[in-house]
């Protein structure tokens, strides 16, 4: 199957987006999980089906449903929230590839620290009403100066997984 995505200005839909993560931790015997509960975006698609557009997160919103282990998420150990409020993703190209596959490059800034990020998304759904992408893929912690890793108990990547679903902006 491709997809087409028609030209324009498309916001993401907060209600219908989720972005989340996890990270194996004592270990690699348990994971932590979390989920953003605050996300923005939008993007723009040019004539020839080309993307660019940015997802924000608000590193407050973080929520792994443990108050305690949610507010040092939030400390300068890891996010440093009070001095770097927002995660930012922004696409400086995306382009549809076979079937429903978008390879995606972009800048992924985490404590106010930039690195390039590439990924596949696939496209879920896609129609003059709204596109919903998904994509998993890895971060390296320390690549962004999150190091905190107490008795060793925290290597390794963390795993973001995300489902954006963008609508045309109004005019």
Known sequence: MTVAVEAGTWQLDPSASTVSVRHKTFWGLATVKGTFTAVSGSGEVAA???ATGTVTLDATSLDTKHAKRDTHLRSAD???????PEITFAVRGAELREGDTAHVTGELTVRGVSHPQEITARVASADEAAVTLETEFTVARDTFGVSFNQLGMMGGPTTVVATLRFTPAEA
């Open 48 to 50: 020839d089906g080309t």
């Open 78 to 84: 890891f996010f440093d929230a009070d001095n770097h």
